[in-house]
């Protein structure tokens, strides 16, 4: 059964180009209800951890890098089937085959710079939710 929250972080390159208003935005016409959400900064430590499993990839260290490299904005969404609804909202990793309309499509630059994170299982969306916010953040 599908679960009815995810996780999503706004990703520095889109809160540097003061996309968080847009974004928020098309989260809120997406039909998800925010049930936590906080600007913050990842320490590379932090972004080391928040990314373990991708540890053994080739671009594991620029990725740490980029999402330390200034502000994020980190939120708990929820909606029926709010994985895959929200994987469909943002749209694919590359930015030039996400579908017209997706957040992808519209504020990300590149692969590595593609505006916003989404968990891709419901149990990815509970740990990344549970590594930003305890739950008396969460309302």
Known sequence: MAGNRTF???????????HIGNILQKINEGGFRIVAMKYT???????GQFYAVH??????QELVDFMSSGPIVAAILEKDNAVEDFRKLIGATNPAEAEPGTIR???ATSIGENAVHGADSDENAAIEGDFHFAKTERF
């Open 8 to 18: 999503t972080m706004i990703k520095p390159d889109a809160v540097k180009a003061g």
């Open 41 to 47: 900064r990842l320490t590379p430590e932090a972004a």
């Open 55 to 60: 540890k053994e990839r080739p671009f594991y």
């Open 105 to 107: 499509a519209l504020y």
